[in-house]
């Protein structure tokens, strides 16, 4: 993850996207790639990865 050029440095967004394209986004943002990915891991350990694989067409924001 690389921080976006229109954000601060250190400023990392956390985004899945599954095949079907659906998006699930964190609200906010991250300093480090380590705790975007630490909040990934936590989420599925949580509520399972089949949090990202139902077939609702809502996208969700964590």
Do not use: C, N
Not at 6 to 35: C, H, I, M, N, Q
């Amino acid at each position: 993850m690389a921080p976006l050029p229109s954000e601060p440095a250190g400023y990392r967004k956390l985004e899945v996207v599954t095949e079907k394209e659906d998006l699930f986004e964190w609200d906010e943002p991250f300093a480090t790639d380590r705790e975007a990915f630490d909040e990934f891991l936590a989420t599925v350990a949580r509520d399972g990865i089949q949090s990202f694989l139902e077939d609702d067409d809502v996208p969700t924001t964590h």
